[in-house]
Every structure is written in C-alpha cells, then in structure tokens.
C-alpha cells in the first residue's frame, strides 16, 4: 500500500547536509553563525554609533562596491525596514512625476500599486505579461523612474537588466532575490536595491541600494524640492548617514554581520562571478531533473527567463503540497510554493550558500517520495 507523504522516511542518503531551500529568509552559512557567535562579546549589544559597528556597516558598503563593479561614483545606501520600506522611501524620494512599472508577480505588483496610491505621484504607467514571463519596458517620455525586477521571486522568473532604448529616467530595480547571485552590469542601473535574508544568507528588516550619480542627484533634488518626507523614509536622510556608515535609527546588528561575512566570503573566491556560477549550476542540475522527470517541468516556458536563484516547478498526477509536507517531515525546508500564485508547484531557493551536492540530494528525495507513495 502507498505511504502517506508525512510518515515517509527517507533513507539517510536522501537527506541533504543542509535542508533549506527557502526563497527567503534562507539557508544562512554555518561558518558566518560560528563567527557571530566568536564575535558577540565585543559586537552584539554594542552602540550601532561606535566603531565596532561602523567598521561592519563599512566592510558591507565597500564589499558591495567591490562585488558589484561599481562604476566611480556610485554610492552604497543603506537603512531599516527591508525592501517594502525602500519602495515607500522610492516613492517619496527617487520618482519625480510618474514612473513605468514591469509587473509580473506578486512583488513587481507590490511596488506599482505604492505609486498608484501615492497622492503626490501621477498614475504609473504598467506593462503586465502573463504570470511565469516578463514583460519588456520602452522609453517613455512622460516617465522619469523605470521599475524593473531582476528576479521575481513569487513566480521565479529572471530578467535581464537593459536601460530601454532612448529613456531618460532613472532604472530603479528590485534585486531582493537576485542581488549576489544573479550578474549585471551597474551601467545599465540607476538603483540596484535590495534586502540580505534572499542571496546573501543573512537576515531581513534592512535595505540597501547601490545608487548612481544620478540617483544621487535626484535624491538630493527631491529632498529639497519641499515635498514632505517622513523621516525614516527619507533617503536623502539615509545618504547622509550612510556616508558615515550609519543609520538613521538603529540597526539590527546581526544583520549586518551575517552579511558582511557572506559579501567576503564571495569576494574571497572570486566574487559575483563565483557566486553566479554555483546559482547556475545548481539551476541546471535542478531544471534538467526536472525536464527528465515523468512528473515534473519547469514552470517557466523560456529557459533564458528561467530563475537561477529560486526556481519554479510544476507538477502534473502528483500533488506538490503533499512532497512539500514529506520534505518537511525530513527536515527539508519551505520547498513550498509561493502562496498567492495558487500553482501545483515546488519553489526552490537555489542562492550561492546552497550546494550543488544538496540540490543534487534534493531531486533524488524528491524521486523517493513520489516512488513511495503512488
Ligand atoms: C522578498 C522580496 C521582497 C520583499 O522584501 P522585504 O525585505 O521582506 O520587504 C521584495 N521584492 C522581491 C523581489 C523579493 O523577493
């Protein structure tokens, strides 16, 4: 008789090392918790204003520079609250009039709907493509702030970032899932912000954003065009401060030393490049599973529109809620579809801190469970 999914054991060669696959908070480093623990006693609960502190929030702006190539005169802001506070402080500070909007998930989603409701911003202009796809943007005269998502991590498709042809106005993308895994070229970018729990394995509650002179001056503009801005939202507040490598208010420290540890340990072996490597393979085992597969496809139809860091997949005669449930009961972690896109579907992180080797382990459960059950 087939086995009911949460009593399936798997054997012990089934069981990745790590059995965290989430697309966010995710699997953070065991050596980065181990050098938070040897470092507490001089570094947490320590005043975020001395250089204990700064000194971290400096190795995470000058490491990011680093990662990230930046062009000369880009700046690395940073502030509290994650990405759903950057987008409220975008729409005070970085949008003019009125802004484009790609929209092809939830988060995508998320960002236009805050200038629709901001009383101070014209209506966007929103171009939508069907869920699982991206749509593409195009100069707009009337539009001075772009919004693009590198990765969508509600429907884990990927985008590359191209300034559209002939615009004028800043490029603002959302890098949450992306940023650390996933490559670009910071010249085609205005703002390439972003929050640590996704790629870079450390915790949420923070943002940061790698900004270009004209983000800059535009920040500083708006800042003193007399438009109210709340001031933990400002971030003309928050450049300020940044520049001192501080924030406004205080800061979760944990945060901050988990990421500056993931930053170094990427610049150590060879940078974005390296960490974008071990994303790509870990996609290519795991898509390529799943094309072989009799009970699984990638969700997404194009392969070069196909996540590197959070990968969609579809199951069809087998119900995915219930592989999720098995994989939980062996301590493999939120493999679980991203909830409002309503699909019979598996999404795994697949960010640099996640082995190949356990990816590899994954699929073999995955195989496992299905065998014993149907
Ligand atoms: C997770 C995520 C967000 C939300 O980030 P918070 O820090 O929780 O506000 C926004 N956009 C994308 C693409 C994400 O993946």
Redesign the pocket.
Known sequence: MPADPPTIRLPPGLVPADGRFG??PSKIRDEAVGRLADAAHGYLGTSHRRDGVRSVVRRVRQGLAELFVLPDGYEVLLGNG????FWDAAAFGLIEHRSQHLSFGE?SARFAGITRDAPFLEDPEVIESPLGTHPAAHANPEVDAYAL?H???STGVMMDLVRPDGAAGLVLV?A??AAGGLRFDPRAVDVYYF?P??AFGSE?GL?LAACSPAAVERIERLAASGRWQPASLSLAVALENSRLDQTLNTPALTTLFLLADTVEWMLEHGGLEWAATRCDASAELLYGWAEASTFATPFVAKPAERSHVTATIDFEGVDAAAVATALRANGILDTEPYRKLGRNQLRVGLFPAVELDDVAVLTRAIDYIVDAWT
């Open positions: 697309s966010g994650g990405t759903s506070a988060f998502t990765n969508e991590t959302d949450t899932s929050a729990q996704k949420g943002w």
